[in-house]
């Protein structure tokens, strides 16, 4: 190769790194195609909590209290299921006689023995048998279709918490599919 053609190639190098990095410290580009802006690092906000409810719907506005968290389908037995339910309000609440209800598990409804939850406090209910505690309650549900298919739908179902008044409020309420959770269509 001639050293004319090695002085124009050198000369053409040379001129676009001056040209890049020129375009780099004016206007962010590293190349014309591709933007390199400034790193923007995200400052966490603690102005809101984000909410814990599956579906955040309370039809009654003073008690906040609602389903988190399902496992309908375990992988052993159906009666392994269970729901959490936790108070983000701001008292305690009395739940004796409160119920959880499913579409799918017909006339038998889960009927909270005396129980408190408190302000902030979260409880699983498991559809098996079990000790009560104050972290676990268990719904001992009765001999028969329960036993072999549990509270919950494998693939679909919605569930709701009513409490204790005449007639029952539903305090809050979801729906699930196998690929998403929704409020029911009534609310």
């Known amino acids: 190769m001639s ?8 000369a053409v190098i040379a001129l676009s790194v001056v040209l890049v990095a020129q375009a780099t410290a004016i206007n962010n580009y590293y190349l014309p195609i591709i933007y390199v802006g400034p790193t923007i690092t995200p400052t966490p906000t603690p102005t809101q909590k984000p909410t814990e409810c599956i579906v ?24 392994d299921e269970w729901v959490t339910i936790k108070n983000l309000g701001n008292e305690a609440v009395e739940m004796e006689g409160w119920r959880i209800a499913s579409d799918y598990s017909g006339d038998f409804k889960y009927i909270f023995p005396e129980y408190t ?16 505690s104050s972290s676990e309650l268990f ?12 509270f919950w739908k494998d693939n679909a179902d919605c569930g709701y918490l009513m409490d204790n008044s005449s007639p029952r409020r539903k ?4 729906c699930y599919s196998s690929t998403r959770f929704f409020a029911p269509a009534e609310e």
Not at 4 to 9: A, P
Not at 139 to 150: I, N
């Open 3 to 10: 050293s004319k053609i090695k002085w124009v190639l050198a």
């Open 56 to 79: 955040q719907v309370f039809p009654v506005s003073k008690l906040k209290v609602c389903f988190t968290d399902i496992d309908y389908k375990p992988t052993t037995s159906p009666l």
């Open 117 to 132: 939850l408190k302000t902030g406090q979260t409880v699983k209910v498991w559809t098996k048998s079990g000790n009560n």
């Open 139 to 150: 719904m001992s549900p009765p001999a028969g279709a329960l036993k072999e298919q549990g």
């Open 171 to 174: 305090i809050n309420s979801f």
